[in-house]
């Protein structure tokens, strides 16, 4: 079978999709579109009108309302990012839109990267749509957080799993110099090859190369650092604040170490990760470690996600 990324080279990867326009999509679409590549950022279809939507006698139909959650990413990062790091015609090379009404936009894609929510079905049904849209050649990877890449690609077919791995790039994307590329059995070393030099030579990141394991390298030790760093703090009775403080500076580390730096992430996405290595392993004492903390279910039971909801460990952000 002909591999088409051998032809590739990293400047050839012009046009892009991102599929998620959450937290880490929004970022590592400006990031693609900062590198000069044509980014089309998409998202779901929203379910219910807003008031506002209401008041302007819109209705679900309307393209406003069909696109708004990628749109409103967009303009949301136009705000937020820094005009020393970016060009200042980034925003112009980003499309936002809903997945159902722009599938082309995926055919039309060198690069496909997945940033849906952090669940295994959800991303297994989002793959099976990106190989109904997509160019065959055209490269597809996800930025999971650590769920298996092999169960992700699982009923696709040769050709999508050859060109398929991880890219985990780190929060926020404009900043963290570490993407995690992972390769399962069946992608192509050239994909590979092709990524990382997409990542180091485009994008400015160091890479690592990590295997297929739960929550791959820098996941699992953070994740395990932080968790208990943050059940142990506040078991204490110590505050919020009291707890960044002993974690951040004193140590060496910055102000939002610890929680600040959690409700940065999304506390969902935490739950989800925690959930992810605990039911992956085998290994009881690591389940211990890796056990919900009761107070993380309580904030997001309450709707306090962290910086996405406006509330999370801190009360207002
Ligand atoms: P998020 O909750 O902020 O955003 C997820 C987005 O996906 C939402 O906008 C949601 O509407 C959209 N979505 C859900 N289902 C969809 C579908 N079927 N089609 C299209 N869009 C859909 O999540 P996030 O924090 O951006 O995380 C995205 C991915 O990146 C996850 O896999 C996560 O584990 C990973 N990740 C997160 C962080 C972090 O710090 N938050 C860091 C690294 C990796």
Same mark, same amino acid.
């Given at each position: 079978?002909?591999?088409?990324?051998?032809?590739?080279?990293?400047?050839?990867?012009?046009?892009?999709?991102?599929?998620?326009?959450?937290?880490?999509?929004?970022?590592?679409?400006?990031?693609?579109?900062?590198?000069?590549?044509?980014?089309?950022?998409?998202?779901?279809?929203?379910?219910?009108?807003?008031?506002?939507?209401?008041?302007?006698?819109?209705?679900?139909?309307?393209?406003?309302?069909?696109?708004?959650?990628?749109?409103?990413?967009?303009?949301?990062?136009?705000?937020?990012?820094?005009?020393?790091?970016?060009?200042?015609?980034?925003?112009?090379?980003? @499309?936002? +839109?809903? *997945?159902?009404?722009?599938? =082309?936009? %995926?055919?039309?894609?060198?690069?496909?990267? &997945? #940033?849906?929510?952090?669940?295994?079905?959800?991303?297994?049904?989002?793959?099976?749509?990106?190989?109904?849209?997509?160019?065959?050649?055209?490269?597809?990877?996800?930025?999971?957080?650590?769920?298996?890449?092999?169960?992700?690609?699982?009923?696709?077919?040769?050709?999508?799993?050859?060109?398929?791995?991880?890219?985990?790039?780190?929060?926020?994307?404009?900043?963290?110099?570490?993407?995690?590329?992972?390769?399962?059995?069946?992608?192509?070393?050239?994909?590979?090859?092709?990524?990382?030099?997409?990542?180091?030579?485009?994008?400015?990141?160091?890479?690592?190369?990590?295997?297929?394991?739960?929550?791959?390298?820098?996941?699992?030790?953070? @994740?395990? +650092?932080? *968790?208990?760093?943050?059940? =142990?703090? %506040?078991?204490?009775?110590?505050?919020?604040? &009291? #707890?960044?403080?002993?974690?951040?500076?004193?140590?060496?580390?910055?102000?939002?170490?610890?929680?600040?730096?959690?409700?940065?992430?999304?506390?969902?996405?935490?739950?989800?990760?925690?959930?992810?290595?605990?039911?992956?392993?085998?290994?009881?004492?690591?389940?211990?470690?890796?056990?919900?903390?009761?107070?993380?279910?309580?904030?997001?039971?309450?709707?306090?996600?962290?910086?996405?909801?406006?509330?999370?460990?801190?009360?207002?952000?």
């Amino acid at each position: 079978m002909t591999i088409q990324a051998l032809q590739k080279s990293a400047s050839s990867i012009r046009r892009a999709a991102v599929i998620g326009s959450g937290v880490m999509g929004a970022g590592i679409a400006a990031h693609l579109a900062n590198a000069g590549m044509r980014v089309t950022l998409l998202d779901v279809v929203p379910q219910s009108l807003t008031a506002d939507e209401e008041r302007q006698g819109l209705t679900l139909a309307d393209a406003k309302v069909r696109n708004r959650l990628a749109a409103a990413a967009v303009a949301k990062m136009g705000k937020s990012q820094p005009a020393q790091l970016y060009d200042s015609s980034w925003a112009a090379r980003i @499309t936002p +839109g809903n *997945l159902t009404d722009h599938l =082309d936009a %995926l055919g039309e894609a060198d690069w496909i990267v &997945e #940033a849906v929510v952090e669940r295994l079905d959800i991303k297994q049904q989002v793959l099976a749509v990106i190989e109904s849209a997509r160019s065959p050649g055209s490269i597809v990877s996800t930025n999971t957080s650590g769920l298996s890449a092999a169960s992700m690609a699982e009923g696709r077919s040769e050709e999508f799993r050859r060109h398929f791995g991880v890219t985990h790039f780190f929060n926020p994307p404009r900043y963290m110099k570490l993407v995690e590329i992972v390769a399962t059995a069946d992608t192509s070393p050239e994909v590979v090859r092709l990524l990382t030099e997409v990542c180091e030579k485009r994008l400015g990141k160091g890479v690592v190369l990590a295997k297929d394991t739960p929550n791959f390298i820098a996941n699992r030790i953070g @994740t395990y +650092g932080m *968790l208990v760093t943050l059940a =142990d703090m %506040l078991a204490f009775g110590l505050t919020v604040e &009291e #707890a960044d403080a002993l974690t951040g500076p004193t140590m060496g580390r910055p102000k939002t170490a610890t929680l600040r730096m959690l409700d940065i992430v999304g506390l969902d996405t935490l739950l989800h990760v925690v959930d992810n290595v605990r039911e992956r392993s085998s290994d009881s004492a690591e389940q211990a470690v890796f056990a919900r903390p009761a107070l993380l279910e309580q904030l997001v039971a309450a709707g306090r996600l962290g910086e996405k909801t406006g509330a999370g460990f801190y009360r207002k952000i």
